[in-house]
C-alpha cells in the first residue's frame, strides 16, 4: 500500500469553479504539504500543515487535515487556467531520516 | 529567489553506461534530496543526504546508485551501470530541515534516457 494517495486522479472543471482534492495516508506524520507540478518542470511548495493543526488557508488555497481519518483535501477557490497542473500531497514520518513520500497526484484541468 | 538548479536538462545514455546527474542546491539548505520520476507516475523517493552521509534510502536506491557532495556547492547522483528501467525524470530537492517543516525546493530535473 502506498503513503499519500490523493483522488480523483483527474479532475476537469470550468474557469470560476472549485476544486476540491483529497489525500489519504496511512503512517504517523509530522505534516503534510501540497506539492504543484506543472508539466515538464520541478514540484513546487504551495502549504504545509503541522500533524496538530486542522485547517490552514493561503491566498486561495485552503487545506484541512484530520489526523483521526489520516486524511487532507485540497481546496482550490476560483479556480484559473493558469492552475492547470497536477498537484501532490507529501508526508513526511517522524521516523527520523527525512523521508518524504508522494502520493501519485492529481491531474486538475481548468477550462477557460 | 534563489533556486535548485539541475545539469543536464536531457541527458542520453547507453544502457550499461555509468551516468552522473548534478544539482546545485540553495545555498544554505543543510538537507538534500533526490527523487525519481518515471513518465505518468508518482515522484518516489531516492535518498536524503544530510552531514555528508546517506540519512535515509529507499528500496530503488540499491548499489548502483550513489550520492556524492564533492564540494560546499554541488550534490551528485551516479548511477553506475544503467538499466532501460532507469530511464525517468530525476529531481534533486534541498530543504533548510530535514523533519519535513520546512518546505523542499525542486529543481526542475534531469530527464534520463537510457537507449
Not at chain 1, 469553479?17 to 518542470?41: D, H, V
Not at chain 1, 508526508?91 to 477550462?111: E, P, S
Amino acid at each position: 500500500s502506498q503513503q499519500g494517495e490523493e483522488d480523483p486522479q483527474a479532475l476537469s472543471i470550468q474557469e470560476g469553479e472549485n476544486a476540491t482534492m483529497n489525500c489519504s495516508y496511512k503512517t504517523s506524520i509530522n505534516n503534510l504539504q501540497w506539492y504543484r507540478q506543472n508539466s515538464g518542470r520541478g514540484l513546487v511548495h504551495l502549504i504545509l500543515i503541522r500533524s496538530n493543526e486542522r485547517e490552514k488557508h493561503s491566498g486561495r488555497l485552503r487545506v484541512t487535515l484530520d489526523t483521526s481519518k489520516k486524511s487532507s483535501s485540497l481546496l482550490i477557490t476560483a479556480s484559473r487556467a493558469a492552475d492547470t497542473a497536477s498537484y501532490f500531497c507529501a508526508t513526511a514520518g517522524n521516523t527520523g531520516g527525512f523521508k518524504t513520500i508522494f502520493g501519485a497526484g492529481t491531474r486538475l484541468f481548468v477550462k477557460a | 529567489e534563489p533556486e535548485v538548479t539541475q545539469t543536464p536538462s536531457h541527458q542520453v545514455t547507453q544502457m550499461g553506461q555509468e551516468v552522473i546527474l548534478r544539482c546545485v542546491p540553495i545555498s544554505n539548505h543543510l538537507y538534500f534530496y533526490w527523487y525519481r520520476q518515471i513518465l505518468g507516475q508518482k515522484v518516489e523517493f531516492l535518498v536524503s543526504f544530510y552531514n555528508n552521509e546517506i540519512s535515509e534510502k529507499s528500496e530503488i536506491f540499491d548499489d548502483q546508485f550513489s550520492v556524492e557532495r564533492p564540494d560546499g556547492s554541488n550534490f551528485t547522483l551516479k548511477i553506475r551501470s544503467t538499466k532501460l528501467e532507469d530511464s525517468a525524470m530525476y529531481f534533486c530537492a534541498s530543504s533548510a530541515s530535514g523533519d519535513g517543516n520546512q518546505p523542499q525546493h525542486f529543481g526542475d530535473g534531469t530527464r534520463l534516457s537510457i537507449l
